[in-house]
Structures are given as structure tokens and as C-alpha cells.
């Protein structure tokens, strides 16, 4: 019952490889978008960093990296890899489907506000639209979170 004690949290938390593992790949991830971002735009968007969308998918990145850390510990025929990998088909189904949908209607609705606003009618900030994902860039996300894992790990 060692883990119970607020004196072993964090001890044991910097000794996990595989949560390490997936924070790293996910922050490798966002900084490569900041790169593209600057390399593409010629200019830096801290938000490139922090935000979402974009290529690669951190999101698919971080997922694909637990389950591949998962499956170099416990093996790849384990229950413990099984709800891994589950988690990150979800994950990626998720990031390139649902949000993806949702940065679509966001820039509908933008261009109706503007729409609006330009006749003097309302005045409201504008949605987010960048919210998912494509499937090349779910797709570049999830072989990024392999091979970081695979390197890392």
C-alpha cells in the first residue's frame, strides 16, 4: 500500500517510463508544429504550441506513444495493451472525426456572423476553428507517437 502515502506520488510518478514516454511524444509533437508553424508563416504563435489542430496530431501522437509504451512493458498480447491501444483508436477516431466536424461548423458559423456583423446586427467573438484534425495528419501523428516511443522508450 506504499502508493497511498503523499510522500511517494511524485517519486513514483518521475519513475514511470511510459507516462514519462507519453508526455514527451506529446510535447515533441506540439513543438514540431510550432517549427512547421514558423517554417510555413515566417512567424511565431505561442498558441501553435498550446493550441489544437495542426500537423502532426499530438493527440494521436501521445495516444499511439502509450500504447506503444504499453506494449514494450507488458507485451503486446496483454490486457493492459489491449485498453491502451483501444484508447488510442478512440483517440484518433476522435481527433480527425468529431472535432474535426467541429472546426467545420465553426467556420460556417464565423462566416455567418461576419455576415451579420458587417449589417450592424450583432457583435460576438469568433469560434475556434481549429480543432481537428485531417486524417493525413491523425495518420503522421500516430507513426510519429510509434517511432518516439519505439526511440524513447
Known amino acids: 500500500m506504499q502508493g497511498l502515502y503523499p ?4 517519486p513514483e510518478v518521475f519513475q514511470n517510463r511510459i507516462l514519462l514516454t507519453t508526455i514527451a511524444v506529446w510535447i515533441l509533437a506540439q513543438s514540431f508544429k510550432v517549427v512547421l508553424g514558423v517554417i510555413k508563416e515566417r512567424r511565431f504563435n505561442f498558441r501553435w504550441f498550446i493550441g489544437t489542430g495542426g500537423m502532426p496530431s499530438s493527440h494521436a501522437a501521445g495516444a499511439s506513444a502509450l500504447a506503444t509504451s ?22 484518433m477516431f476522435d481527433a480527425q472525426g468529431v472535432r474535426r466536424s ?3 461548423q465553426a467556420s460556417i458559423l464565423n462566416k455567418m456572423m461576419d455576415d451579420i456583423y458587417w449589417k450592424g446586427q450583432i457583435e460576438e ?10 486524417p493525413i495528419e491523425v495518420l503522421a501523428g500516430f507513426i510519429f507517437g510509434v517511432v518516439c516511443a519505439l526511440v524513447l522508450y
Do not use: D, M
Not at 510522500?7 to 511524485?10: A, G, K, L, R, V
Not at 504499453?70 to 491502451?84: C, D, K, Q, R, T
Open 7 to 10: 510522500h511517494s506520488f511524485f
Open 70 to 91: 504499453v506494449g514494450l512493458e507488458y507485451g503486446f498480447n496483454s490486457p493492459l495493451f489491449a485498453v491502451a491501444a483501444a484508447f488510442a483508436i478512440v483517440t
Open 102 to 104: 467541429t472546426g467545420y
Open 125 to 134: 467573438q469568433r469560434l475556434k476553428e481549429l480543432v481537428g484534425h485531417t
